[in-house]
């Protein structure tokens, strides 16, 4: 019976230590734009709070890449020496550790047209900032956009399109983790079952 408890109580920290572990995906652009031309970066990044253990995920057509780059890069939109390079459509970074991290697209004009994100991690531990409306908050301005790295307008002129709500996308659990839980709770069951026969 001691070895059973044992093997419980080891699933449930391994289950506790893989949900602390999962921070929140966030869908930049999201939840109505993605990687591209048409939104505001600095508009979709006020009010979030990325912490370490958070992830990003960037959906992109194929006329744009994501360069994580230096603030040195970011304020110049400069392409030539970035920390890393991602292609695909569907790239997933994973803030790993506290302070600021700077995307550009590397597509020419891309970046001076307002594709650009900086966003700041905190550690997972320390409190949220202060709600948008309690503090005026001073993101990077955003880019002037050239009119040749404007979309096209979808709507009447000299409309403004209303602002997307942010949201956060749940995390996705590892398989790993998924099994934990699947333990945990099985376990939990045998623990409930052998104190009601004690």
């Known amino acids: 019976m001691a070895a059973i408890l044992r093997a419980v109580v080891a699933i449930a920290t391994v289950a506790v230590i893989c949900t602390l572990a999962m921070g929140a995906n966030y869908d930049v652009g999201g939840p109505a734009g993605s990687w591209d031309l048409a939104t505001n970066y600095t508009q979709w990044v006020s009010g979030k709070a990325f912490r370490v253990g958070d992830t990003l995920t960037f959906k992109y057509a194929s006329s744009h890449d994501v360069l994580e780059v230096s603030s040195a890069a970011?304020?110049?939109?400069?392409?030539?020496?970035?920390?890393?390079?991602?292609?695909?459509?569907?790239?997933?970074?994973?803030?790993?550790?506290?302070g600021s991290r700077y995307f550009i697209c590397g597509t020419p004009g891309h970046c001076a047209g307002g594709?650009?994100?900086?966003?700041?991690?905190?550690?997972?531990?320390s409190t949220p900032p202060p709600s948008p409306s309690s503090t005026p908050r001073s993101p990077v301005a955003p880019s002037p956009r050239s009119p040749s790295a404007l979309p096209p307008a979808s709507s009447t002129p000299g409309s403004v399109p209303p602002p997307s709500a942010p949201t956060v996308s749940p995390p996705t659990p590892s398989g790993a983790c998924l099994q934990a839980k699947a333990a945990l709770g099985l376990g939990s069951g045998i623990v409930m079952l052998m104190l009601v026969a004690l």
Do not use: E, R
Request: glycine residues 6%; contains cysteine.
């Open 74 to 98: 970011y304020s110049s939109c400069t392409t030539s020496n970035p920390i890393s390079t991602s292609t695909g459509g569907n790239t997933v970074v994973t803030l790993n550790s506290t």
């Open 115 to 125: 594709m650009k994100l900086q966003i700041d991690v905190a550690s997972p531990t």
